[in-house]
């Protein structure tokens, strides 16, 4: 019976190899669907269009944005999770959907092993910013008033279980500060909360737009300095070893064939390093990610979801 | 004067052909978009994505105002003529208006509709040339408490708004609330009654509650009826323009609901929603002349008020994004992502650094409120032709372009199985003579209300004298009981003569 | 909505109105019970959420009290019924079972054959089996109705504004 089994999968292996040779000679040869799990007009969004759009023009076939919103994010990764393994459906990830999600959400649809992570386009640091006439300057100023004052300063983001909840969370773990979590309902609320001074700080992307208008002040950014920012320094210029960014990359359903994945990762390496693209990310506020192998990029997504479990571990979190 | 030289240069923008063609383009799409049932903000912007990133920004922002403000206005269209509420706002409107609508006055109500929304859509662009630095301060003294009493008090006036039993439609608000409950807890992030179901993380879509209830409801309900019943109000189709009666009533209507709006529609989040609902509420509790239609039965009022309302809503909630760049709402969202790509900051410097495309901006407003009407006026004889289609072939249309519209919602099948779910609910509800539209209002209302209660608890460590210390939450508390004596004195006068007509 | 008559029926109840539990509203009775229902059901939900403290309400806190809350207008609701006259029992009446359940099978069958079968055949089926909600059903008329919708969706929708709808049935491929 066993060999019976065996003899089933080898001939099943070697059908699916088959292909996967033909293939790499002559993919692509229909559209390609590129699935977004968020509402079309955000970071992930245009990200999503910009590099679909010259993957196109590259490649010769047409790139079908596939917006998919809901469940934050987890209900369009499923659905490219289940998706034939060809290579010609794809999916934009990020921090949220690759690593995250698996602690917020009860009924995860996938797991992170379910992609073959094809490559990384951008990173984001994501901003912490204060009111304009805040007494605060800089991260130092904060950690010396919350230690002054445990529990009294508050911080807003754009949810529970976003990117700037858990680089928050890694503030107070590693400065060993008590600054209040106030969740909003997507970043836009949370700079209403700062500006109306409901809240002391805030840390979320969406602050960066403002923070370059001068209407809010923005004192640190949570990674590398951004390209837009470049005099806002990083937190781990204050604490030693700090880092916490949140990255844009794309990914095929597991088993795509390694030529196509290098192919992909090729095209993509290409767009992130046509100037007009990077201005264009400069200007969302992102940087450009230009190096990157497929196993970099698998590399990367490991290690964030080590750090990602480490963090919610230290603090305690329970999402349900 | 500072102000007629910025719109004297908003309007040279506004005036070039290129911009004129945008604006028409805007509110064309918009017009269509609104009339399609349930194509909602997530395909609209899907769709225009592409273009909006080569054009330049202020052609780029005139289209997509135009797109927002237009699909406000075709949302009430199906509102009267289908009962098919497009937008939220529009629920209110499709009470009065699709009754005037069966009453062979669906002309007047279109009229009506748009003449109301053109004269709020003028003031409305006015308030924002002039005041929007002032109101968007205002907005900000808006923290969690002051929206949670806002809230308080808007739900009271959903209850002024039922025509039958009082008692009733107190218990469909809360069934709304509790509705409203089924979604991820901003707080703490726990998925609540989600059954187990991913789509319902992010809670119940209000459009399959509102076309279920609403447009697949009255399906049910028509189709209920004999022929010949039925027929009255499709054969029998009388003028198309309000009389001077009509005018007499709707004038004082519109303006009272423009003030409203204009005032509301500032507000962040549900500012357009509850600008319509209150102006209803309004509309209802004001005097008027004693053989009026009575409310729920088509009165031209009822339509006046918060179409105008939620147009000059429509126009202030621009506030918060010109001046700070915060989009309200997913279209608006689009706007800021479209400044951001061609280049230039959103935020209080684009009155400064960017004039022509601010003033330009705002000029277009109008431009494309006037463009509006003088499309929609003539439409208004074709929309009527559509209601003399025999309805056997009528309602089959109505189901499938409102189920294209469930699917596209989110791409997504689980919206159209919800919708066919509130059709019987909205049924059964019908049988029951409970009213769907408070509990809506609640549906929408309830999420906000717990979320800035508890995030004014959170932040006022647990603290509930907040409501009362601060004097813009007190202050709309104090109206919310007032309201409730408002609406009890009478009941309790009319209980008292009915004792003694029993003695 | 006009409210029946009071029926010259009516005439020996009020000799025991204020004896006996008979329903004097139907619609306000089964309102109530319906209320009722609904209101325990969201409450014992909210058991599974945590309560917190009325100083930092949790998740459970909210639901609960509308559940109750809802539950007590119900129940003022079903006794008021039981008490007040009001029109000759305040039928339920008649129900329209045949649009009711043709609407609704068809919106279900509609959302589990688009994904699979796609638009052109999806959105026929539609048309044609909500058409047979009204008694003035005809076969051929239903068909062309169905055709002509289809096409008139296909060209507003996809070809007009371009939404990524799945047209073809699955075994045609992508």
């Not at chain 2, 408490?145 to 808007?154: C, N």
């Not at chain 2, 010949?228 to 309000?242: A, I, S, Y």
């Not at chain 2, 909630?317 to 309200?328: A, D, E, Q």
């Not at chain 2, 479209?338 to 650094?353: E, L, N, R, S």
């Amino acid at each position: 019976m066993n060999k019976f089994l065996a003899l089933i999968r080898g001939v099943l292996l070697v059908s699916c190899m088959v292909p996967a040779i033909g293939v790499a000679q002559t993919y692509p040869e229909r559209p390609i669907t590129l699935i977004v799990p968020q509402p079309p007009g955000g970071n992930n969004d245009i990200v999503a269009r910009t590099f679909g759009q010259k993957l196109a023009d590259r490649i010769g076939q047409p790139v079908v944005i596939d917006n998919r919103p809901g469940a934050g994010g987890t209900l369009g990764t499923g659905i490219a999770a289940r998706s034939a393994n060809d290579g010609y459906t794809i999916v934009i990830g990020d921090v949220g959907t690759m690593v995250i999600a698996k602690h917020t959400q009860p009924k995860m649809p996938y797991s992170v092993n379910d992609f073959s992570p094809i490559a990384a386009v951008a990173t984001v640091s994501i901003v912490v910013a204060t009111q304009a006439d805040s007494p605060y300057d800089n991260i130092q100023d904060v950690i010396t008033a919350a230690k002054a004052q445990p529990g009294k300063l508050t911080s807003g983001s754009g949810g529970i279980g976003s990117t700037g909840h858990l680089a928050l969370e890694l503030i107070r773990s590693m400065a060993g500060v008590d600054i209040l979590h106030v969740p909003f309902k997507g970043g836009a609320q949370a700079i209403t909360g700062l500006i109306g001074r409901q809240t002391d700080l805030m840390i979320d992307g969406a602050a960066l737009a403002l923070a370059k208008s001068g209407k809010i002040k923005a004192i640190a950014v949570t990674g590398p300095r951004l390209a837009t920012l470049p005099d806002v320094p990083g937190i781990g210029e204050t604490i030693k070893g700090f880092n916490f960014v949140n990255w844009f990359g794309f990914f095929a359903p597991a088993g795509t064939p390694e030529p196509v994945i290098e192919k992909l990762n090729q095209e993509f390496r290409a767009i992130a390093n046509m100037p007009e693209i990077r201005e264009r990310l400069t200007n969302l506020g992102l940087n450009a990610e230009r190096r990157g192998t497929p196993q970099q990029f698998v590399e990367v997504v490991s290690q964030d979801t080590e750090k990602i479990a480490r963090i919610i571990k230290d603090a305690n979190l329970k999402f349900n | 004067m500072d102000l007629l030289a910025n719109l004297g240069l908003g309007f040279g923008v506004a005036f070039s052909a290129q911009n004129l063609l945008y604006a028409f383009l805007g509110v064309v799409l918009g017009t269509l978009i609104g009339v399609l049932p349930g194509l909602g903000p997530v395909a609209t912007v899907a769709m225009l994505l592409p273009s909006v990133y080569v054009l330049d920004a202020t052609p780029a922002l005139i289209l997509l105002a135009g797109i927002y403000y237009g699909a406000q206005y075709g949302g009430s269209t199906t509102a009267i003529l289908i009962n098919v509420p497009g937008e939220a706002s529009s629920v209110v409107t499709a009470m009065d208006g699709y009754q005037m609508a069966r009453k062979g006055r669906a002309g007047v109500a279109l009229a009506t509709a748009a003449l109301s929304s053109f004269f709020a859509g003028c003031v409305g662009t006015i308030v924002v040339a002039a005041f929007a630095p002032v109101l968007t301060e205002l907005a900000f003294r808006f923290g969690p408490a002051e929206y949670f009493s806002l809230m308080v008090l808007g739900l009271i006036g959903a209850v002024v708004l039922a025509s039958g039993s009082l008692l009733k439609a107190i218990a469909m608000v809360v069934l709304g609330l509790l509705l409203g409950q089924v979604t991820t807890d901003v707080i703490t992030g726990v998925q609540r009654y989600s059954l187990g179901i991913a789509e319902l993380y992010d809670g119940i879509s209000f459009v399959a509650i509102a076309m279920g209830m609403f447009g697949f409801g009255e399906i049910i309900v028509n189709l209920g009826r004999t022929v010949e019943q039925r027929e009255v109000f499709t054969r029998n189709v009388k003028g198309l323009w309000p009389s001077r009666r009509d005018f007499k009533d709707m004038i004082p209507a519109a303006l009272r609901g423009t003030m409203l709006g204009s005032l509301l529609g500032i507000l962040p989040g549900g500012g357009t929603l509850l600008s319509s609902f209150t102006a209803y509420s309004l509309e209802k509790k004001a005097r008027s002349r004693q053989d009026e239609v009575p409310f729920g039965q088509g009165n031209i009022r009822g339509v006046a008020g918060p179409e105008a309302a939620n147009n000059a809503a429509a126009q202030t909630s621009f506030i918060p994004m010109l001046t700070l760049g915060i989009p309200p709402n997913a279209v608006m969202a689009l706007m800021v992502g479209a400044m951001i790509i061609m280049g230039i900051q959103p935020g209080p410097q684009v009155m400064t650094a960017n004039p022509q495309l601010f003033w330009g901006l705002i000029a277009s407003m109008w431009v494309g409120n006037l463009m509006l009407v003088i499309l929609n006026l003539p439409l208004i004889g074709i929309w009527i032709k559509l209601l003399t289609v025999p309805y056997r072939f009528l309602f089959p249309a109505i189901v499938v372009f409102c189920s294209v519209g469930l699917y596209t919602l989110n791409y997504n099948t689980f919206d159209i199985f919800s919708g066919g779910i509130f059709t019987i609910a909205g049924y059964v509800f019908h049988k029951l003579s409970c009213e769907p539209a408070p509990l809506l209002l609640g549906f929408i209302l309830g999420p906000m209300m717990e979320e800035n209660l508890r995030r004014a608890l959170l932040l006022s460590r647990g603290d509930w004298s907040v409501f009362i210390t601060s004097p813009m939450s007190a202050l709309l508390l104090v109206i919310a009981m007032s309201m409730i004596l408002f609406v009890m004195i009478p009941s309790i006068s009319r209980k008292r003569q009915e004792a003694f007509v029993d003695d | 909505m006009a409210k029946p008559e009071p029926s010259s029926t009516n005439g020996p109840r009020s000799f025991r109105k204020h004896w006996t539990l008979r329903i004097k509203s139907q619609r306000d009775f089964w309102s109530g019970v319906l209320f009722i229902v609904l209101g325990t059901g969201f409450a014992w939900g909210a058991l599974d959420y945590s309560f917190g403290a009325a100083a930092m309400p949790g998740p459970g806190y909210f639901p609960f009290g509308l559940g109750l809350i809802l539950a007590f207008l119900g129940l003022t609701i079903l006794l008021k019924s039981l008490a007040a006259e009001v029109n000759a029992g305040d039928p339920i009446g008649g129900i329209a079972w045949r649009p009711l359940l043709t609407i609704v099978s068809s919106l279900a069958i509609f959302g589990v054959s688009l994904s699979c079968l796609g638009l052109f055949l999806a959105l026929p089926l539609l048309a044609f089996l909500s058409a047979m909600a009204s008694e003035e059903f005809r076969w051929r008329e239903a068909v062309v109705n169905a055709c002509l919708l289809t096409l008139g969706s296909w060209a507003i929708f996809v070809w007009g504004l371009g939404l990524l709808i799945p047209l073809k049935p699955w075994f045609l491929g992508p």
